[in-house]
């Protein structure tokens, strides 16, 4: 007689989808977005002067890549503040 070996059963887990958490826009995350706006804008106005002080060709080039790449950031904390602005303009 031929022993059966045991198969073992793989059990299909079902696959819940959750609802997406919503976003809040509060005092705390503006505040934020602001705080980090105003710095990033400032780091970039201050690269932008070192970058027209400077005469030497290597930190010329430092300064306006750290100019625009501060700038880049700070664009997109204002896209964030925008975005929380308008959030919080509809839940009224």
Known sequence: ?????????????????K???MV???KRK????LRNLFLFVVMSLI???????????MFKNLFSLLAM????IAVAFLIVL???LILKSMKK
Do not use: H, W
């Open 69 to 72: 790449i501060f700038g880049f």
């Open 82 to 84: 925008l975005i929380f």
């Open 1 to 17: 007689m031929v022993k059966k070996k045991r198969v073992k059963k793989i059990s299909k887990k079902r696959i819940v989808n």
């Open 19 to 21: 609802p997406a958490r």
């Open 47 to 57: 690269s932008l002067a070192l970058y027209s002080i400077l005469d030497n060709e």
């Open 30 to 33: 503006i505040n934020l977005t």
């Open 24 to 26: 809040r826009a509060s």
